[in-house]
């Protein structure tokens, strides 16, 4: 079992920047492909980036790309999603995934959640 933790959302005004982080626990983190994913208000849940258990490889949905970094420190546990130049279509609810798949891709499996952190983005 992975347990995962998110935060750091909040509502800010389009183009400010957030930094989220997600805590895992109960499982080595180092051997796990790790992703964020967003779920708007009457839309269903998305791919927003992933990351590779060395965190060499990345993936991003093209919505965010160039505006957000995924990162991660395997000694801390911890995963990191930063975002700059936020828009109003950026609001939703963040969640963190954890998967087996050491380098995951948008479609891979993510087999723990986190409970979702909210993000608000105001024009």
């Known amino acids: 079992q992975v347990q995962l933790v998110e935060s750091g959302g909040g509502s800010v005004q389009a183009g400010a920047s957030l930094r989220m982080s997600c805590r895992a626990s109960g499982r080595t983190f180092g051997n796990l492909g790790m992703g964020w994913f967003r779920r708007a208000p009457g839309n269903e849940r998305e791919f927003v980036a992933s990351i590779s258990w060395s965190g060499t490889t990345t993936n991003y949905a093209d919505s965010v790309k160039g505006r957000f970094t995924i990162s991660r420190d395997n000694a801390k546990n911890t995963l990191y999603l930063q975002m700059y130049s936020l828009k109003p279509e950026d609001t939703a609810v963040y969640y963190c995934?954890?998967?087996?798949?050491?380098?995951?891709?948008?479609?891979?499996?993510?087999?723990?959640w986190g409970q979702g952190t909210q993000v608000t983005v105001s024009s």
């Open positions: 995934a954890a998967s087996t798949v050491v380098r995951p891709t948008p479609t891979s499996w993510y087999e723990y």
